[in-house]
């Protein structure tokens, strides 16, 4: 005989507990993703008996969780600002505290048309984030892997918003006459012997989109230096960066002559994103 809905949760969630410390919620969601039901039938529904067919699907994604694949990769989705995005393994899995960035871009005093860009944009989460927000925006956002931008562009759809153009870029290399009011990133900022990078959901997502050089500075400064030439006057950089890298952050922007810094806060109460003014 199969397992009901609550006899499924429980199951898996002794199953899991001994390689992720939300083994509960990850049944859950695992469960949701195979009954395509919202979080709700779990309660309306405990008594529900599963068919073999969804007895097998659930077993194989938990044995996937249990051998330590991120949820988001089993089921395809990650919910970022409220938006539902396919994910897969060429980029990185939106983090919550991305977040923080989107919330305080959206705080600027920015023409309301502005013109935006986001660097290494992968599956579109803050581009996405930001149009849904600012339909006046014109948003250009670059990656420069091909199945990144070809993710962001299926989310994009789905979505429907058409105010994000998406475009294969190294950095800036495809936005080279073009300025903007705003550029915001979230580049890869861990250094290379970071102990992270062996455990936890980072260890299938690409490194390319992690790791980078000068103990993890190197997009960053590179992004800091090189946005000045696509900056309006006036116009403000957003960068997401390691709890640990604020001060080195803030000195880069104030040496290249930025004004205006402020480094924010993640829920977590770590320094998550620093943002300044390019004075023009």
Not at 30 to 43: E, G, I
Request: glycine residues 4%; hydrophobic residues 40%; charged residues 20%.
């Amino acid at each position: 005989m199969t397992d009901t809905v609550e006899s499924a949760i429980k199951r898996a969630t002794l199953l899991l507990q001994s390689s992720t410390d939300s083994a509960k919620l990850d049944a859950q969601v695992l469960l949701l993703d195979v009954l395509q039901k919202p979080h709700s039938y779990l309660f309306s529904w405990p008594e529900k008996q599963l068919s073999a067919a969804q007895q097998q699907q659930f077993d194989e994604h938990c044995q996937r969780r249990l051998n330590g694949e991120p949820v988001a990769h089993i089921t395809g989705l990650r919910e970022f600002w409220s938006l539902p995005l396919q994910v897969n393994s060429s980029t990185l899995i939106p983090r919550p505290d991305t977040e923080t960035l989107v919330e305080h871009a959206l705080g600027l005093a920015l023409p309301a048309t502005a013109k935006v860009l986001d660097l290494g944009t992968g599956t579109g989460a803050i581009a996405l984030a930001l149009a849904s927000e600012m339909p006046n925006w014109q948003i250009t956002a670059v990656d420069r892997v091909a199945d990144a931008v070809a993710l962001a562009n299926t989310n994009k759809q789905r979505l429907g918003f058409t105010n994000v153009n998406f475009v294969q870029s190294d950095w800036f290399s495809e936005v080279a006459t073009q300025q903007f009011d705003l550029i915001v990133s979230n580049p890869p900022y861990i250094e290379h012997d970071d102990i992270h990078l062996s455990q936890g959901d980072v260890r299938f997502e690409p490194l390319s989109a992690l790791v980078a050089d000068d103990d993890g500075m190197a997009d960053i400064k590179y992004i800091i230096s090189q946005a000045r030439d696509f900056l309006t006057p006036n116009g403000m950089l957003l960068i997401e960066h390691g709890y640990q890298q604020s001060t080195k952050v803030h000195s880069f922007f104030a040496e290249m002559a930025y004004t205006n810094i402020l480094t924010v806060k993640d829920l977590a109460n770590n320094d998550r994103v620093t943002l300044a003014q390019w004075p023009g």
